[in-house]
């Protein structure tokens, strides 16, 4: 969720003094008291360059935080806001009963145990820091509240108020995210079929794995409707968006992930190390990075950060650079636990029964009265379904529940960090699974998971759910310490994409860790790339991240049938002569897409019985090229027939179709034409905010789900659904020369000159400077602003 805008502050009201450069302070500045205790200690500096970064300087470490927390407030204020009241489950309480189930949901994830002992367990100097977030967002709050014409637009037209912020908030909320749950009901529905060989179609398991089902598990029993209260929530909030736990079971699974490297400097042109970086997430709504610069004594980092989460989560330090991609460990189980029929409020658990734990909560409805909600724990963490009729209720244990497993405060531990050996001891706060790189000013280069995992007991490994009757319980927690990692490998480079990159002597049988690792295509197109060059530039990296080609085009065009038909020969004819380069001027790009999703529809409706199609929706790639190469008997006694019956008849309808959509010569199509980014409000639906807030659109893009300039194409239709919107390539030592861009810009107002400035760059592929030196911020300096704190009366 997203969306504020201020243009550049003109003097502010409150306790911020702003001028543009060159100019005196602006007349009339009066201070105000921060809102947390402490905070700001000293005046912070808020120096916003050409592109709208903040680059924050402060006297101490929390007062930068403090600083961060007011620009994020500054730049973004209602996607903030309407994250935290997503999280704090307050969505009612602001836009009416409509929003009930999902402030439900969010509840039934809330911590429930001691919120200060958490706090307590936290390094002095990350929770001093956390602290000085809040305070910075509040302080913004104050402001907006003495000067209402600062408020975003947002809140007039909903006629809604932003929250308050409180450290607390960081340990209460724990996200109602249903992580794999819904893979391991789509597999006891198979399992229920007969049919868990078809999970290999939709899902393959990575690395290999035999599914077996849990003993005394009754998969006819198991349903999506086992999720419950996060099936619930599935539907679309009322507004049009779709912030759900739940993943549409059509979606592809190729839509997530991220790309990061390292070159050592005996690889590098620069002799030092370089650090490249992509995370991919959702484009079209609230830009999901924020890009900041925190400088204070023992602290100075640079780089993307989450609205709502302190710190920095891809950038550099002055002594080490980082990034992040998806390791995808197996954090979430379901399950299945049989209620006492003479009191359903008990299961059975270790060879008797058990009582729920329950909380009653009454959740604010605007323009209603406070709704009453039952919330119950069993052993496992959270209830999501509870069915006396039936004698039976689903729970689900996710590492996010556990103590300590509070995601909110690892950034600030990772940008505190000064070294290899001290990110060790960070990496404790950092529950969620993530594959690290790092290089540094010495010279070195790594990569670790990290990330929390659970050990099960057994012998469950995860993928499917089990019986709740304790056999199966989690038995304690795998940590960054028991993870793989590698500090500068000798082929002098490393890299990963979302592929398995697990080492071969990993114990998957002791510790299962994950299955879900995305196909290779992205990673193995990096690493042909890496390796074959003995002096990898910077420039070489930011080309790297352009790069289009993809390999399932050219494995499919590879496959082409001989002798098409005459519908179907134009078609093969244009592809036969591509290079398997999504291009955005590509036109065989275009018919290539077309052309997938058609194929993949009339493979997936011959091999799949229809009763088990609504379990296997879709076809993973490279299953799909695979039953292409070498039909077997699921296509029927023919299957070659087969196969070249639907090439044929899918090459015909995709000529037909691109000639619909975008005319019928050839030689004018484009692959951008249909591939369009449009970056619009998520509340866009509602007419006063499209009105107040125009989409961000005009240009096309190359590339899809598979090529590493990751941009991928959605379930229907052709357009840019999520991608690499905010990339960076780090030149480490001379931070100057580092690149960056982040769609499409730093600022949610529609006003502000950066709204929408990296729109084109990004569109092109056009890096843009990341200065960091004090020199460089300096002569990039377009308005400076004086946070003040209150002088004691």
């Known amino acids: 969720m997203k969306l504020d805008r201020r243009a550049f502050l003109g003097g502010t009201a409150a306790l911020a003094t702003t001028a543009a450069v060159g100019c005196a302070p602006a007349a009339g500045f009066k201070g105000i008291p921060p809102a947390s205790a402490g905070f700001a200690a000293g005046p912070v500096e808020i120096i916003d360059d050409s592109a709208g970064i903040p680059h924050i300087r402060a006297a101490s470490k929390a007062d930068a935080f403090y600083g961060q927390g007011y620009v994020v407030a500054r730049d973004r204020l209602f996607q903030l806001d309407l994250g935290h009241r997503r999280n704090m489950g307050r969505l009612a309480e602001a836009f009416g009963p409509a929003f009930m189930v999902h402030d439900h949901a969010e509840r039934l994830f809330h911590y429930r145990g001691d919120l200060d002992a958490e706090l307590a367990a936290l390094p002095a100097e990350v929770l001093a820091c956390a602290r000085g977030y809040c305070a910075g967002i509040n302080a913004r709050l104050d402001e907006v509240a003495g000067d209402p014409s600062l408020l975003p637009a947002e809140y007039r037209i909903l006629g809604s108020t932003p929250l308050r912020w409180d450290v607390r908030d960081f340990v209460l909320a724990r996200g109602a995210s249903i992580g794999n749950v819904d893979d391991e009901i789509r597999r006891a529905g198979l399992a229920a079929l007969g049919r868990l060989d078809l999970d290999a179609l939709v899902a393959p398991l990575r690395p290999a794995w035999t599914l077996r089902v849990p003993a005394g598990l009754d998969v006819a029993a198991i349903s999506r409707a086992d999720l419950g209260i996060l099936g619930e929530a599935a539907v679309p909030l009322p507004f049009g968006t779709t912030p759900s736990p739940v993943r549409d079971p059509a979606a592809p699974r190729s839509e997530a992930g991220s790309n990061a490297w390292t070159i050592a400097p005996q690889r590098s042109a620069t002799g030092r190390p370089i650090l490249a970086n992509d995370p991919h997430l959702g484009i079209g709504g609230a830009a999901p990075r924020h890009v900041a610069h925190l400088s204070a004594p023992g602290l100075d980092v640079i780089g993307g950060g989450a609205p709502g989460l302190p710190g920095i989560m891809q950038g550099h330090t002055d002594r080490f650079a980082f990034g992040r991609t998806n390791s995808h460990n197996d954090q979430t189980d379901l399950f299945i636990l049989a209620l006492d029929p003479a009191d359903p409020e008990r299961y059975r658990h270790a060879g008797g029964w058990k009582r729920f734990e329950t909380v009653e909560e009454l959740i604010p409805v605007k323009g209603d009265a406070p709704r009453r909600v039952v919330i119950r724990y069993s052993v496992h963490g959270p209830v999501l379904r509870h069915d006396p009729a039936a004698g039976r209720a689903t729970a689900m244990s996710s590492i996010t529940m556990l103590p300590g497993c509070m995601g909110s405060f690892a950034m600030i531990a990772i940008n505190l960090a000064h070294d290899w050996a001290s990110l060790a001891q960070a990496f404790r706060w950092h529950p969620s699974p993530t594959n690290f790189h790092y290089a540094d000013t010495d010279g070195n ?3 670790q998971v990290i990330g929390i995992a659970p050990l099960r007991s057994g012998g469950h490994d ?4 089990a019986p709740g009757d304790g056999r199966f319980d989690w038995r304690g927690r795998i940590d960054a310490r028991q993870l793989p990692r590698a500090l500068n490998p000798a082929k002098g480079w490393f890299a990963s994409a979302n592929q398995n990159n697990l080492p071969d002597d990993y114990p998957m049988q002791a510790r299962p860790l994950a299955f879900s690792f995305r196909e290779p295509y992205r990673y193995e197109c990096i690493a042909s790339v890496l390796s074959a060059q003995p002096r990898h530039s910077l420039a070489d990296s930011a080309a790297l991240q352009q790069d289009f080609v993809s390999t399932p085009a050219r494995e499919l065009v590879a496959l082409l049938p001989a002798t098409p038909s005459a519908a179907a020969k134009p078609a093969a004819v244009l592809l036969r002569g591509w290079d ?10 275009a018919l290539f897409r077309i052309l997938w999703a058609d194929l993949g529809r009339r493979v997936l409706e011959a091999v799949v019985p229809t009763e088990a199609r609504a379990l296997v929706p879709s076809i993973a790639a490279g299953e799909l090229i695979r039953l292409l190469g070498s039909p077997d008997a699921r296509f029927g006694a023919d299957p070659a027939a087969v196969r070249d019956r639907l090439f044929d008849a899918s090459l015909a309808a995709a000529w037909d179709e691109a000639v619909k959509l975008m ?10 034409t249909l591939h369009k980014v449009r970056i619009s409000h998520p509340l866009a639906r509602l007419p006063e905010i499209a009105a107040a807030f125009p989409a961000i659109e005009g240009s096309g893009s190359g590339g899809d789900n598979f090529t590493v300039n990751a941009r991928w194409v959605p379930r229907r239709g052709y357009g840019v659904s999520g991608g690499a919107g905010s990339l960076q390539d780090i030149d480490v030592g001379n ?3 580092s690149v960056y861009l982040n769609l499409p810009g730093q600022s949610a107002d529609p006003k502000s000159p950066h709204h929408a400035d990296h729109y084109a760059p990004w569109i092109s ?10 020199p460089a911020v300096d002569a990039a300096a377009r308005r400076r602003t004086v946070l003040v704190p209150k002088v004691p009366a």
């Open 445 to 447: 280069h790594g990569w």
């Open 462 to 465: 995860g993928l499917l759910p």
């Open 580 to 589: 398997g380069v999504l291009g955005p001027e590509s036109g065989a790009a």
């Open 663 to 672: 005319g019928a010569d050839p030689a004018a199509w484009r692959w951008d």
């Open 735 to 737: 931070w100057d020369a």
């Open 765 to 774: 592929g056009a890096m843009q400077p990341l200065p960091f030196s004090k």
